[in-house]
């Protein structure tokens, strides 16, 4: 596939710059912080109204909590140890060779390519954009085409502080996402969907560019909520609730399904028809329940559900309130009956559905979730901490969070993390400054070398040392 001239002219301009200046300085990354987090807080209410009309109906203090305040956040972490994080990193030599003295040099990688999810598109732009900043790199955006209040926004706030050299924000459908991914960018970083990031892999694996690009995903994956006797029912339900649908279940680590003791089932129902009706009041106008983005992922979460029945699952929505097509409000609803060959236990569901898969013991717990692929979070609710142990060396997944959902997105200092097909890297803290710097080894070697005598034609001395070391 021939490169898109316009994109790649613009691509160009970042690479020539790149390649005729230096690297920037730390105090010129900071600036650049600075700068940014300045347009972040000086626009927190702009950024509302963008993303509400994107999604039709974007719950305003979902957009506060968990878009402006986490890159907020992660901007002033990496500020304050930026120049901890930039320092280079003296290491220990194999005792062999401790004339020579090792350092490691942390280097930009140079162009970076971002391509940035609709779910989340102020924190999943702003975030890894911080971090490839901070580490030294120029830096192109590639925005959703479902948002594009948001991009139009993005574009004109970046353009009035960062100069194209630096950072570049592109917005545009299917076809320049394939273009973007043909550009040969030193680095391409990607947030979404499982399916979605093969295709992009597949993509980019099978066009020749003039480098061998490396690629880093960050993939969805069904994350499971594991609920037992020994935790209260009402608390455990009321936080996988709230957890699942902030933004309507659009979250790639909100919980995929519940696994649920076979006894706790009726209750369960009792229990989560009460709490939804406390947590989202009048729920046909309670604007604190977010839309789904479009009318494509509004029928993709109608046909899991249209699927699931005829199969044989049985349906129990939250609220005895239909869909609305025309508002795009999706009544959340629980799953029961739910077998191998349903969509629902196969796709990402990225919406209000949430299967509940019955058990009897710990046993089928933990067979049942290493049945699937690796989870990329891992919820367990309980107090005894034989069973929790057990769970925790028996299963593998990206995180684990006990007795809550969704509290490790937020933490800069141990990061969220990825296994297997859940998805190979993190972007931000210092993990995300190490995934967008390259760094140097450089090695000094003193006046006189100790090991000399290692050097040909081999006498008696290096016969016997070789012998020594080797015994």
């Known amino acids: 596939m021939e490169l898109d001239k316009e994109l790649y002219q613009r691509y160009l301009i970042q690479k020539t710059d790149q390649q005729s200046s230096e690297t920037p300085p730390v105090s010129t990354r900071r600036r650049l912080l600075k700068d940014l987090l300045r347009v972040v807080k000086k626009n927190k209410d702009n950024w509302v109204k963008a993303i509400n009309e994107d999604f039709g109906n974007r719950c305003e203090y979902e957009t506060r909590l968990y878009e402006i305040l986490p890159v907020m956040q992660s901007i002033r972490f990496t500020l304050h140890r930026l120049k901890r994080f930039a320092k280079p990193i003296r290491r220990r030599s194999v005792v062999w060779f401790r004339h020579l003295r090792t350092q490691l040099i942390p280097q930009p990688l140079g162009i970076v390519g971002i391509v940035v ?156 028809k009460k709490l939804f009706s406390k947590i989202y009041p009048d729920f046909r106008n309670n604007q604190d329940y977010t839309s789904i983005i479009d009318k494509e992922n509004f029928n993709r979460l109608e046909h899991l559900c249209a699927d699931a029945k005829a199969k044989g699952a049985k349906i129990i929505p939250l609220a005895d309130i239909a869909n609305d097509k025309k508002t795009r409000r999706f009544t959340p609803c629980l799953i029961f009956d739910v077998t191998q060959d349903m969509l629902v236990a196969k796709e990402e569901i990225f919406g209000p559905i949430l299967p509940v898969i019955l058990y009897e013991d710990s046993f089928d717990v933990i067979h049942y979730i290493n049945e699937q692929p690796y989870p990329l979070a891992l919820y367990l609710f309980d107090k005894n901490t034989l069973r929790i142990r057990q769970i925790l060396l028996k299963t593998i997944s990206g995180i684990v969070t006990i007795n809550d959902v969704l509290q490790h997105a937020s933490e800069e200092i141990t990061t969220f993390d990825h296994i297997g097909k859940s998805g190979i890297n993190r972007y931000y803290g210092k993990a995300g400054f190490d995934v967008f710097t390259h760094y140097k080894n450089i090695y000094f070697q003193t006046r006189h070398i100790a090991f000399s005598f290692l050097n040909p034609p081999f006498k008696k001395l290096a016969k016997a040392w070789t012998k020594l070391v080797l015994r």
């Open 117 to 272: 999810p609709w779910n989340y598109p102020i924190q999943l732009s702003l975030m890894p954009l911080a971090s490839a900043l901070a580490a030294g790199n120029r830096v192109m955006l590639k925005m959703p085409a479902q948002t594009p209040n948001i991009n139009k926004l993005l574009k004109q706030l970046l353009g009035e502080i960062f100069p194209m050299q630096m950072v570049q924000v592109v917005e545009g459908d299917e076809k320049l996402t394939q273009n973007f991914l043909n550009l040969p960018f030193d680095y391409l970083a990607f947030t979404g969907a499982s399916k979605k990031a093969y295709e992009f892999l597949s993509f980019i694996k099978g066009h020749e560019t003039p480098k061998n690009i490396p690629e880093k995903l960050a993939l969805d994956r069904k994350s499971p909520a594991i609920m037992t006797q020994d935790y209260s029912l009402r608390t455990a339900t009321k936080r996988i609730l709230i957890g699942k649908l902030i933004n309507a279940g659009q979250t790639s680590a909100a919980p995929d399904y519940i696994l649920l003791p076979y006894e706790a089932k009726k209750l369960f129902i009792e229990q989560a």
